[in-house]
Every structure is written in structure tokens, then in C-alpha cells.
């Protein structure tokens, strides 16, 4: 399997097909192909399996794309929203923690489910809920984050603090909490909320610049309203 990234702003990507060699995503989440690609939907998994990607912000059912023919095929998948397209290497049992909805497709050998956040704090204040999503490789897994991404890495003890919409995803090393912003003018004026996240190494972080629920409240504002 290769693949290319193509586009700034609204990027897509293409994934190239050895014979047998398969991709997954959600349902609709393909945008085009060409060569002898078989379709498969099914909850992958099973049922259960299927209702907990449901939770983390993506479909019940996955449909799988494979090459069956002896020329090498090709699949490209286009994100939901303006932003970057990440492509995640995983080695064997290694995983990532992604925002809800991020996951964009991967190799058939990467499994998706849910992550569930043990902290009443950081699941109610955390600005994504209890619920994230977590991928496991080996294998390929592509992700699409709203807005450019930025990613830094966290020495052992070493903190950041973010208003929590803009975590993407990080390495389940990463320690995360919720504080209460200090001050009471800083509470009620400095438009960041009530809460910043906590986030200490060691390990990787990738940060978004533009949470789409900001961008949603932003054109909110611009749409046409019901009257009476």
C-alpha cells in the first residue's frame, strides 16, 4: 500500500492497491476508485464492536475496499470539513487517542474503538465528552483534524495547557486532566471558559487550530432564523 496526500486547504487522499491489499472507513466515506475494487459493509467486529465506533462519533457500519485484480487499484477518500489529513504509522499494539469523529479510514489490520475517560473532570469539561476514539496498529491509519495541525513532544513532567477543543489527538502516555481557570475576571471575561486542559509528558501531542464547534458557532450567527 502507498498513498499521497493531495491539497492545502481541502485536502484528499489517494491510496494505492496491491492485489489483496485492503482499506476501511465509514459509511461514505469513499469519494472515488478506479480499478477492480470489491465493497464490503459490515459492523467489522461485530455488533458491539459496530455500536461503540458509533459512540466515538463514526458510523455503525464500515465498508471495506479490496484489490482484486492484478493491477494496482486506487481509493480516495475526501474529509467532512476544511483541515489537514494526518497519516499515523502504528506499530504492533501501538495506539493513538483521537478526537470524536477523526478517524478517516485505515489498513484492515488497524482496529477502531472507543476510549472512555475514567475522570469525571475531564469527561465532562474536557470539551470532547467521555468518549474519544482510539486506534491500535500494526498498519496505516489516516485521521482528518479541522483547521492546520500543529504537534509538539513532552518531556517526562513537562505540561501544556490548552483550551481542550484544540486537542486532536496524543499518545495514551500523555497524562490528561481539567483544571479551573484562576481568577475570577479571567473566568468571566477572558472568553476560554471555565476550564483548561492539562496535558503532561512524556509524549506526543498534535493540536488543531480551528475546533469545527468553533467554526459552527461562528457561521451560526450568519444563518437564516425561524420567525413567527
Not at 475522570?119 to 489516516?142: C, D, H, N, W
Not at 486532536?168 to 481539567?178: K, R, V
Request: charged share 20%.
Amino acid at each position: 500500500m502507498r498513498y499521497e496526500i493531495h491539497g492545502t486547504v481541502m485536502q484528499t487522499l489517494d491510496v494505492h492497491l496491491s492485489q489483496g491489499e485492503s482499506m476501511y472507513t465509514e459509511a461514505g466515506g469513499m469519494a472515488w476508485m478506479r480499478g477492480n475494487v470489491e465493497m464490503a459493509t459490515n459492523t467489522k467486529g461485530g455488533l458491539m464492536a459496530g455500536l461503540g465506533r458509533k459512540l466515538a462519533g463514526e458510523s455503525l457500519f464500515m465498508t471495506t475496499y479490496v484489490n482484486r485484480g492484478a493491477q494496482e487499484a486506487l481509493v480516495a477518500f475526501a474529509p467532512e470539513a476544511p483541515g489537514k489529513i494526518i497519516p499515523v504509522k502504528l506499530g504492533p499494539n501501538q495506539s493513538m487517542i483521537c478526537q470524536r469523529d477523526a478517524f478517516m479510514c485505515a489498513e484492515s489490520s488497524v482496529s477502531l474503538a472507543m476510549h472512555f475517560r475514567k475522570r469525571l473532570g475531564t469527561g465532562l469539561f474536557g470539551g470532547e465528552g467521555f468518549i474519544l476514539q482510539k486506534i491500535t496498529g500494526p498498519g496505516y491509519a489516516f485521521l482528518e483534524i479541522p483547521g492546520e495541525v500543529r504537534e509538539y513532544s513532552l518531556a517526562a513532567g513537562e505540561t501544556m495547557r490548552i483550551d481542550p477543543g484544540h486537542i486532536a489527538l496524543f499518545e495514551p502516555s500523555i497524562n490528561y486532566d481539567i483544571a479551573m481557570v484562576k481568577g475570577l475576571a479571567n473566568v468571566f471575561f477572558s472568553g476560554e471558559g471555565l476550564f483548561l486542559a492539562t496535558v503532561s509528558g512524556p509524549g506526543r501531542i498534535w493540536l488543531q487550530s480551528m475546533p469545527i464547534s468553533n467554526l459552527a458557532r461562528k457561521l451560526a450567527k450568519y444563518l437564516p432564523t425561524k420567525t413567527s
